[in-house]
């Protein structure tokens, strides 16, 4: 089993940045994969970004050039740098983990709100 605590949403104002955070614990040594997605009000959970156990990253096109993955290993983190932010950036943001005949593993998400 694979625990994941989310950490650093909050309130911002467009333009401005937050990081987020996401601690894994337990069974980490099969994870092959990392992940942030989000979810707004309304609408289907979404992917963001990925980050995979060898260090490959994706970051879909929408947020390309404003937000940026990466990791600690030693801290066993992952990380969501987000830059120049939008109110349609708003959403709860989920950490997930994926491991082989587990699944993926999901967060408890935190809240994110770009005010205009």
């Known amino acids: 089993q694979v625990q994941l605590v989310e950490s650093g949403g909050g309130l911002v104002q467009a333009g401005g940045s937050l990081r987020l955070s996401c601690a894994a614990s337990?069974?980490?040594?099969?994870?092959?994969?990392m992940g942030w997605y989000r979810q707004a009000p309304g609408k289907q959970r979404e992917l963001v970004a990925t980050?995979?156990?060898?260090?490959?990253?994706t970051v879909i096109e929408f947020v390309k050039g404003r937000f940026t993955i990466s990791r600690d290993n030693a801290k066993n983190t992952v990380y969501l740098q987000m830059n120049s932010l939008k109110p349609e950036d708003t959403a709860v943001y989920y950490c997930?983990?994926?491991?082989?005949?587990?699944?993926?593993?999901w967060g408890q998400g935190t809240q994110v709100t770009v005010s205009p």
């Open positions: 997930a983990a994926d491991q082989p005949f587990s699944g993926r593993t």
């Open positions: 337990g069974l980490i040594f099969s994870i092959t994969q």
């Open positions: 980050i995979t156990r060898g260090g490959s990253t």
